[in-house]
């Protein structure tokens, strides 16, 4: 290996750097709150007696479940456009940034929703029966008996599942967004170090996901216990 | 919104002429196919290898193959990708690099593909596997080594015929994983699917057909997988186990 590494660009490039990172974690959490809210409403309709709402929620989820990231992404580039335009008008400046935004929400709200319904799942009928015979409404039952325990359950693979989310953003890339990635990767282009940028940007992930993720195992077994 | 919707699109023919624009979503279509299983044989051989090495008694061993899983699991799909193509040219040893570079633009493309795809799903593949042996009983190890077997034989006779088997259910999800993952090549120039379906927006200007085309194409491989791995679930189920039937 004879590469002569200059990593001179780096501490140069820190402040745009944050600021693609910034845009990584707006869209990270957004599609987690708005995702998790999302996949709530779809987990229950997937679960409802009425079988018209079931079986349309389970159209949407295994419609975004076999389709690639990169193609709902583009999907979204596409359409959400046209959409602001016909509602707004034109002249609205960040599109790419609103459309990353409703992709990746309604995205991960699919793959929410199956851990979700297998959380709701594990809550023992007798739970429910309960809430029933208490008087309360099946929607009572579901909104303070079920899911609070359901939550619980659910919160490590919750957090999994944002990790992988989190990496996922970088798949913004396609659509020319410059999160924490695509930032790297200009800055890299700019100034011929793509190998050094790319590395950096790679142990940024690396760090930030394997701390998150011993964390996430250390929570799952302290709640199991 | 007026939209003007043209599904004959598909079957005029392409600027360059030799071909429509239905053989671009078949060219398409193929790559994607032979990127994904190309880089599934990878990562089922890799992924075994470091599965079973995650569960064996020598630490260094477990050490190593725990970094590898962390390593690919940690990093996304993307950075690896880009690692791939434009980072390990410039570092490999042995003049590979350079060898690697004077290659014709696909086949860097596509090996840097392959590689970048495998490795990712067998950090996957590895951790299915070490959970399918861990589910076995403690029991068939000892067993085996108290026939006399020596470890490797015990995993070579009675462990992983049985783990194989019981781990086939959970890695349909990470095979179909492997098809929709395939799609980030699109990002180095790699003909596949969701790149035909950008460059059939930019010649034809119908981005709504072509978009749904190339959704629908990969509905249809997301359902021949899963029929397919149903029918292999059912031929190699352990009788007695949970979802293995009497």
């Given at each position: 290996?004879?590469?002569?590494?200059?990593?001179?660009?780096?501490?140069?490039?820190l402040?745009?750097?944050?600021?693609?990172?910034?845009?990584?974690l707006?869209?990270?959490?957004?599609?987690?709150?708005?995702g998790?809210?999302?996949g709530?409403?779809?987990?229950?309709?997937r679960?409802?007696?009425?079988?018209?709402?079931?079986?349309?929620?389970?159209?949407?989820v295994?419609?975004?479940?076999?389709?690639?990231?990169?193609?709902?992404?583009?999907?979204?580039?596409?359409?959400?456009p046209?959409?602001?335009?016909?509602?707004?008008?034109?002249?609205?400046?960040?599109?790419?940034?609103?459309?990353?935004?409703?992709?990746?929400?309604?995205?991960?709200?699919a793959?929410?929703?199956?851990?979700i319904?297998?959380?709701?799942?594990?809550?023992?009928?007798?739970?429910?029966?309960?809430?029933?015979?208490?008087?309360?409404?099946?929607?009572?039952?579901?909104?303070?008996?079920?899911?609070?325990?359901?939550?619980?359950?659910m919160v490590?693979?919750?957090?999994?599942?944002?990790?992988?989310?989190?990496?996922?953003?970088?798949?913004?890339?396609?659509?020319g967004l410059?999160?924490?990635?695509?930032?790297?990767?200009?800055i890299?282009?700019?100034?011929?170090?793509?190998?050094?940028?790319?590395?950096?940007?790679?142990?940024?992930?690396?760090?930030?996901?394997?701390?998150l993720?011993?964390?996430?195992k250390?929570?799952?077994?302290?709640?199991?216990? | 919104?007026?939209?003007?919707w043209?599904?004959?699109?598909?079957?005029?023919?392409?600027?360059?002429g030799?071909t429509?624009?239905?053989?671009?979503?078949?060219?398409?279509?193929?790559?994607?196919?032979?990127?994904?299983l190309?880089?599934?044989?990878?990562a089922?051989?890799?992924?075994?290898?470091?599965?079973?090495?995650?569960?064996?008694?020598?630490?260094?061993?477990?050490?190593?193959?725990?970094?590898?899983?962390?390593?690919?699991?940690?990093?996304?799909?993307l950075v690896?990708?880009f690692?791939?193509?434009?980072?390990?040219?410039?570092?490999?040893?042995?003049?590979?690099?350079?060898?690697?570079?004077?290659m014709?633009?696909?086949?860097?493309?596509?090996?840097?593909?392959?590689?970048?795809?495998?490795?990712?799903?067998?950090?996957?593949?590895?951790e299915?596997?070490r959970?399918?042996?861990?589910?076995?009983?403690?029991?068939?190890?000892?067993?085996?080594?108290?026939?006399?077997?020596t470890l490797?034989?015990?995993?070579?006779?009675?462990i992983?015929?049985?783990a194989?088997?019981?781990?086939?259910?959970p890695?349909t999800?990470?095979?179909?994983n492997i098809?929709?993952?395939s799609?980030?090549?699109?990002?180095i120039?790699l003909?596949?699917?969701s790149?035909?379906?950008?460059?059939?927006?930019?010649?034809?200007?119908?981005?709504?057909?072509?978009?749904?085309?190339?959704?629908?194409?990969y509905?249809l491989?997301?359902?021949?997988v899963?029929f397919?791995?149903?029918?292999?679930?059912?031929?190699v189920?352990?009788?007695?186990?949970?979802?293995?039937g009497?």
């Amino acid at each position: 290996m004879n590469y002569d590494f200059d990593w001179s660009s780096i501490p140069g490039a820190l402040p745009l750097l944050a600021k693609g990172m910034a845009v990584t974690l707006e869209i990270t959490l957004t599609a987690i709150v708005i995702g998790i809210l999302w996949g709530t409403v779809l987990a229950v309709a997937r679960l409802s007696s009425n079988r018209t709402v079931a079986f349309l929620a389970a159209g949407y989820v295994n419609l975004f479940r076999s389709v690639p990231l990169v193609m709902v992404i583009l999907w979204f580039y596409l359409i959400v456009p046209q959409l602001l335009k016909s509602i707004f008008g034109e002249g609205l400046s960040d599109i790419r940034f609103v459309s990353a935004l409703v992709a990746f929400t309604l995205f991960e709200a699919a793959y929410y929703s199956e851990i979700i319904r297998a959380g709701i799942q594990s809550v023992s009928k007798g739970q429910v029966n309960a809430g029933l015979a208490l008087g309360l409404t099946p929607g009572q039952t579901m909104r303070l008996i079920v899911l609070p325990q359901a939550f619980r359950n659910m919160v490590p693979l919750l957090l999994t599942q944002a990790i992988i989310l989190f990496q996922d953003t970088s798949l913004v890339y396609v659509i020319g967004l410059a999160d924490f990635f695509g930032t790297a990767q200009k800055i890299g282009d700019r100034d011929g170090r793509i190998v050094e940028l790319l590395l950096f940007a790679g142990a940024v992930y690396f760090v930030l996901c394997f701390s998150l993720s011993q964390f996430v195992k250390r929570f799952h077994k302290r709640i199991g216990q | 919104m007026s939209y003007n919707w043209n599904w004959p699109v598909f079957l005029q023919t392409v600027p360059s002429g030799e071909t429509t624009y239905l053989g671009w979503l078949g060219v398409g279509l193929q790559w994607t196919v032979t990127l994904s299983l190309s880089a599934w044989v990878i990562a089922l051989l890799v992924g075994g290898l470091i599965g079973v090495l995650r569960t064996v008694p020598s630490k260094p061993l477990s050490f190593l193959a725990t970094c590898h899983v962390e390593l690919f699991r940690n990093v996304p799909l993307l950075v690896q990708l880009f690692v791939w193509y434009f980072v390990a040219p410039e570092l490999l040893p042995f003049g590979w690099g350079d060898a690697f570079k004077q290659m014709n633009p696909l086949s860097q493309q596509f090996l840097a593909a392959v590689l970048c795809l495998g490795l990712f799903t067998s950090a996957r593949v590895a951790e299915q596997v070490r959970a399918g042996i861990l589910s076995l009983p403690r029991g068939q190890q000892n067993a085996g080594l108290a026939l006399g077997f020596t470890l490797p034989q015990t995993y070579r006779y009675v462990i992983l015929p049985m783990a194989f088997r019981i781990v086939i259910p959970p890695l349909t999800s990470e095979f179909l994983n492997i098809f929709k993952n395939s799609a980030v090549a699109t990002t180095i120039g790699l003909i596949e699917l969701s790149r035909q379906a950008q460059q059939l927006v930019d010649y034809t200007a119908q981005p709504y057909e072509a978009f749904i085309a190339v959704t629908l194409l990969y509905m249809l491989i997301n359902v021949t997988v899963m029929f397919l791995m149903r029918r292999l679930e059912k031929n190699v189920q352990v009788p007695g186990f949970i979802g293995g039937g009497k």
